[in-house]
């Protein structure tokens, strides 16, 4: 296979993965709402899906690096999904969903480390940009999210439902024409390497408190960001302009990524990503204007983009093929999982105790993430 074809499917891959989220994020809690469930319970069934991530992803990891067959792992995983996500109409009280909130929760979180890990194997063999590839992925989210108001408008709220089942069918056509793991991936002589290998390196624990942190440092700003602009008397056109400009920074990051990642090296990238939290969330409560706002919310490039594109690298270049798997799993669900959902229920008391200064507390997390990255990049050495 040669690589434009196999890049192609990989940038397919990630359009229709994030298709699924654009349909279904902005708009579950109101189907789950639709269906009887009080404030309380909706909160319990989020929060399910993000812990579960928690204590199943290292187990996925673990049968990735075992076996090395990422794409028939990440084709059950979708299947799953899928057919968790057409049963949902089909179930009837908190009981009942909140058990296929898990099912659900744990299945499609499991794709996206396995996916990157894919994906980035095939970064190292053939020379991939990851940026662009990753760049479909939040191009789709964008058309996806806008798309689906409109849509449930005309089909009403079961859409919601139909939608992103809609949406994993093609996500498991995509993922039947990835390639699998390339011969780098063939598994070495001798005992395998396991999680004390990977727990042992130093290093490794130092990349995820630099990635952790800042990744939790923007909890409030996905739980408050536009309560805290409502206050301030910004209009909700602005806002939506706003989102969208964060986005956009990203996406133009991911497309210009491959001279960043050759300049730089993954500690320094993420090192920089650190650097824009900080100067992002410090700068948060005291700027109140949409135009000066528009800065900030192009350092999203930065406190994401830089520090996610970071990570993916530091995995593929310094991890050990054989624990990538664990790597990149234990990585998904400490940032996405334990250290943003703690983060998450911590912003929601700093925000009522101190309002939009509550941001200062995130630029202390983006500033314990810049002083890890820099010792990462001295422990590189």
Not at 261 to 269: D, I
Request: charged fraction near 10%.
């Amino acid at each position: 296979m040669s690589a434009r074809p196999a890049a192609w499917r990989f940038a397919a891959f990630y359009a229709t993965l994030f298709a699924v989220v654009g349909f279904q994020l902005p708009y579950w809690p109101v189907w789950l709402k639709s269906r009887d469930l009080g404030a309380t319970e909706i909160g319990i069934l989020v929060a399910a899906q993000m812990w579960v991530k928690v204590g199943f992803n290292p187990i996925v990891g673990g049968l990735v690096d075992r076996t090395g067959r990422r794409r028939p792992i990440l084709f059950a995983l979708a299947v799953g999904s899928l057919a968790a996500t057409l049963a949902f109409p089909f179930v009837h009280g908190f009981g009942p969903m909140l058990a296929l909130s898990v099912v659900l929760g744990a299945l499609f979180a499991a794709i996206m480390p396995v996916g990157d890990n894919l994906t980035m194997r095939h970064v190292v063999v053939h020379g991939f940009d990851y940026g662009r590839l990753r760049m479909w992925g939040s191009l789709s989210f964008i058309g996806m999210a806008g798309a689906a108001g409109g849509l449930l408008d005309v089909l009403g709220r079961d859409a919601i439902v139909w939608l992103p089942a809609a949406a994993l069918a093609p996500l498991c056509a995509a993922i039947l024409v990835l390639p699998d793991a390339p011969v780098l991936d063939v598994p070495p002589e001798g005992p395998r390497p396991g999680w004390g290998d990977l727990l042992r390196d130093r290093r490794y624990w130092l990349f995820l408190a630099a990635t952790a942190t800042v990744g939790a440092s923007h909890a409030m700003y996905y739980g408050f960001g536009t309560l805290h602009w409502q206050r301030a008397g910004i209009g909700n056109a602005w806002i939506g302009a706003l989102w969208g400009i964060g986005v956009i920074a990203e996406v133009a990051l991911f497309g210009w990524s491959g001279g960043l990642v050759r300049r730089l090296g993954p500690e320094r990238l993420i090192a920089l990503g650190a650097l824009g939290a900080l100067v992002r969330w410090g700068a948060m409560p005291w700027v109140a204007s949409p135009w000066s706002l528009v800065p900030l919310q192009c350092l999203h490039g930065l406190s994401f983009g830089a520090t996610h594109l970071g990570a993916m690298h530091f995995i593929a270049r310094r991890i050990a093929p054989a624990l990538s798997g664990r790597a990149q799993s234990f990585y998904a669900a400490m940032s996405g999982g334990v250290t943003i959902g703690l983060a998450t229920i911590a912003s929601g008391w700093l925000y009522a105790s101190f309002d939009g200064r509550g941001f200062l507390a995130m630029a202390a997390l983006a500033a314990t993430g810049a002083l890890a990255a820099l010792r990462l990049g001295r422990a590189g050495r």
